[in-house]
Structure formats: C-alpha cells, structure tokens
C-alpha cells in the first residue's frame, strides 16, 4: 500500500510543496520539475518517515535539500553559460494590480536575501517552523538559526520600506 499512501500525501500536500519550493526562490519556468523531484524523493523515502514530526515539516525538509540542490547546479549551470556566451540581460517583470503580482511583489523580495536567510524566514515565518526545527533540518547551530532569522527579517523589513517608497501610490494592496 505504499503507492496509495504515497498517492494520499501527493493529493493532500502538493499545494503545500509547490508554494514552498516557489518562495524557496526556484524561479518560475522551473517550479513543476522541481516540485516533481521533491515528490520523486517523497516517493522513494516514504518508508523512512517515523513520524517523529508533522508530515509537512518532513515534506519541507525534502523541498528545501531539493531546491538547494537544484540551486547549486543552476549557479554551476549558469556559470558555464555566461562563459561561453558572455552573459545573459535582465529581464523586466510586469508588474499589475492582483493577488498573483503581490505575490511576484514577495517573491522579489525573498530574492534580494541571500539563500541562507531566505530559507530560514521562510521556514519560521511562511512554514511556521520553529528555530530548534530549522536547526536540525539545515544542520546548523540554533544561534546561527536565530541570527539568519533576525538578519533576514531586519533586511526584508528594509526591503520592503524601499519598495512602498519607490511604488507609493501605485499599489492601493499595499497598504
């Protein structure tokens, strides 16, 4: 019965895994592959899961070694790329007024953390994970958690002060 277990957690957690993979910052035209692997790792691990933590905690876990995996073979990947073809140029987002842009609008602002303190406020404050759970899933040391935690909620503050001063008006969502 492993496949209808497996099939349960997939129907019941798949919105769950998508959204963290997309504010783990994988971009856009890659977030169902990515969300694939997770399930694909999801599958062949199921039999190791205890228990011992929520389902989505465990879920979370995976979702984050995936993307830091598949992170790190993009950076490798676009590294050889603008070798061999010099650099690619920025692309400007569209920016509109719906729930879906406010969304691009967050997303935009993770992205100017750096990996580390992105992962960690997105664990405790959108996955509602605590510091001693961050700890122990990214193997590092519950200062370090705390301080990642109180550097990257002390720069999205900032962030996100620039963004209302530079979009002022423009935004009646903002608030």
Do not use: C
């Not at 830091?68 to 676009?78: E, Y």
């Not at 692309?91 to 842009?101: A, F, G, H, M, N």
């Amino acid at each position: 019965m492993p496949d209808a277990a497996f099939e349960k957690i997939y129907r019941q957690h798949y919105a769950f895994v998508w959204r963290s993979v997309r504010r783990l910052g994988t971009p856009d035209a890659e977030l169902e592959d990515v969300v694939q692997e997770v399930f694909v790792v999801v599958h062949r691990r199921l039999g190791d899961f205890e228990g011992r933590s929520a389902i989505t905690t465990w879920l979370f876990g995976i979702a984050y070694r995936v993307v830091r995996d598949h992170r790190r073979s993009a950076a490798a990947r676009a590294k050889r790329e603008a070798l061999a073809t010099g650099g690619r140029p920025p692309t400007e987002p569209d920016r509109k007024l719906s729930r879906t842009q406010a969304a691009g609008v967050l997303d935009d602002l993770l992205a100017q953390l750096d990996d580390d303190q992105r992962s960690v406020l997105v664990m405790a404050d959108v996955v509602n994970m605590t510091a001693p759970e961050i700890a122990e899933l990214t193997e590092t040391k519950l200062n370090t958690v705390y301080s990642r935690l109180r550097l990257a909620r002390q720069a999205f503050e900032t962030a996100l002060a620039d963004y209302r001063r530079t979009h002022a008006g423009e935004l009646p969502w903002m608030g």
